[in-house]
């Protein structure tokens, strides 16, 4: 008799667990149908890599600066503007229309860079 109970309470806990598994797996391929794209440039040795970046309109351009010392992400057309980044310090924009969207560090100007959204 306490075996039966015990055997019980065990399949219990063991179908609640297989539940949230379950939900766990639907939320996660729900997510990766809506397709948010991500990229990245890294700031490195005054220049940021890649200079050129072409993705998908909706995607996430995230700018991080591997440098030790300060930039900035400027975009030439105002359309986006970081702070100053320090070392390890990341900027992101999410680019929703097609075009092409060159920007520098306001710092040093001679670094510039370009994202094409298609
Ligand atoms: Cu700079």
């Known amino acids: 008799m306490r075996r039966s109970v015990f055997t019980g309470v065990l399949l219990v806990a063991l179908g609640f667990g297989t539940a949230e598994l379950g939900a766990e797996t639907g939320n996660f391929t729900a997510s990766a149908q809506q397709k948010a794209e991500t990229a990245e440039v890294e700031i490195d040795n005054f220049s940021f ?12 351009v995230t700018w ?6 300060p930039h900035t992400v400027v975009s030439t057309d105002k359309v986006f503007k ?20 060159p920007y520098f560090c306001s710092i040093h100007p001679k670094m510039t860079g370009k994202i094409i959204v298609q």
């Open 49 to 60: 890599g890649p200079a050129e970046l072409t993705v998908p309109a909706g995607t996430t």
């Open 64 to 69: 991080i600066n591997r440098d030790d010392i």
């Open 82 to 101: 970081s702070k100053v980044l320090d070392t390890d310090e990341k900027f992101s924009f999410t680019f929703s229309k097609a075009g092409t969207y």
